[in-house]
């Protein structure tokens, strides 16, 4: 299965992936935490990274689209992959399905999980996330065990950068005007499937993934 997780900050697209990700035994590939991982470690391309991501914009397509690439020819993809948060614009769905096609592969579905703009300034402003092992969580929605540390490995939480409620808002304009547009597009491929994003963890998951196994 090549998967594509499509949805607006927040949705619940890394909460979910790592569901499907356990279910279909394929790689969970994340371009933000890619990117975050090259800003942590200072590398040029994280320092260029960081510059529009503090600020809530997209990163180059150039740089991103040069990540996928690379990523996607690593031996693990064989049998599928999860994609979360690329493509992000016209210009890399096209790129996308340009490499898909010189590797003899197709994309088999992309999943747009659906959340209201309310819901998503309540549920990125409680996001917490474990510095080690990347497990996502919410104060409210969904918190740890022990406040502030992690359940699975004991490691602090932290709060995003971009998750201050001003550059939330920034972002949810750029996924209105660069992101929402891919909706249509995958309409189009006919891979599109719509899921509500506003039902609990597990409910959002059930229905993900009927809808899934009824495409295999
Ligand atoms: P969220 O999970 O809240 O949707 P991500 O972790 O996917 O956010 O992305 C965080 C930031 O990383 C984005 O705001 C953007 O700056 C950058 N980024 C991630 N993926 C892409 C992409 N495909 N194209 C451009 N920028 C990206
Ligand atoms: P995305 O990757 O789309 O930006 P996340 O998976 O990081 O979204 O989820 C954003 C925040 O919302 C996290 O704090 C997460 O714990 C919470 N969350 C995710 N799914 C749900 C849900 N179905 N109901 C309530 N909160 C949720
Ligand atoms: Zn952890």
């Known amino acids: 299965m090549n998967i594509v997780l499509l949805g607006p900050p927040g949705a619940g697209k890394g909460t979910q992936a790592k569901r499907i990700q356990e279910m279909f035994s394929i790689p969970h590939i994340a371009t933000g935490d890619i990117l975050r991982d090259a800003v942590a470690k ?18 180059p397509d150039e740089v991103v689209i040069g990540l996928i690439k690379e990523r996607l020819a690593e031996p693990d993809t064989e049998n599928g992959f999860l994609l979360d948060g690329f493509p992000r614009t016209l210009a890399q769905a096209r790129a996308l399905d340009k490499v898909m096609e010189q590797m003899g592969k197709k994309l088999d579905a992309v999943i747009s999980i659906v959340v209201s703009e309310k819901e998503i300034i309540r549920r990125l402003t409680g996001r917490r996330v474990c510095k080690s092992c990347g497990r996502i969580y919410h104060l409210i929605f969904n918190p740890p065990k022990r406040a502030e540390f992690c359940d699975m490995c004991g490691e602090e939480l ?36 719509e899921v509500n994003g506003e039902e609990s963890v597990e409910d959002v998951f059930k229905n993900i993934k009927e809808a899934l196994e009824a495409r295999v």
């Open 42 to 59: 200072g590398s040029d391309l994280g320092q260029i990274a960081n510059s529009y991501m503090e600020k809530g914009l997209l990163v």
């Open 158 to 193: 932290y709060q995003r950068e971009d998750d201050k409620v001003e550059t939330v808002k920034k972002r949810l304009v750029v996924y209105n005007k660069e992101t929402a547009a891919l909706i249509r597009y995958y309409q189009a491929q006919d891979i599109l499937i």
